[in-house]
């Protein structure tokens, strides 16, 4: 779940920037799920906040190319000791890169 603000160059030109925050969730290991397993998957967090940032063009028909760098804030692992957290050599963050493509119909 994402909320991307766009900033427009200038009003009549299509070329922005996109920046927010995300928030991602892990369905697979989620904390209901964590709990009843049989503690295989007990070292990843089922959540993950994030920011993004990146640009994107929108063409005068309505299609949409953009271009993201999302960094996750949260240490995905836990750490030997058992403990959430850790020094920063041993974080393990997200890091992904988005293309995306869109179609906006004039209604």
Do not use: C, W
Not at 1 to 7: D, H, I, P, Q, V
Not at 36 to 58: K, Q, S
């Amino acid at each position: 779940m994402a909320l991307a603000n766009k900033f427009f160059v200038s009003k009549n030109q299509g070329f922005h920037f996109i920046l927010g925050p995300s928030l991602d969730i892990n369905f697979d290991d989620n904390f209901i799920n964590l709990i009843n397993d049989n503690g295989d998957n007990l070292e990843i967090t089922p959540i993950d906040l994030a920011v993004f940032g990146g640009i994107g063009y929108e063409f005068d028909f309505g299609l949409a190319l953009e271009l993201r760098y999302k960094q996750g804030l949260i240490d995905l692992d836990f750490n030997d000791s058992g403990e959430y957290g850790g020094n920063a050599e041993e974080n393990q963050l997200n890091r992904v890169f988005q293309i995306g493509l869109a179609y906006k119909f004039n209604m």
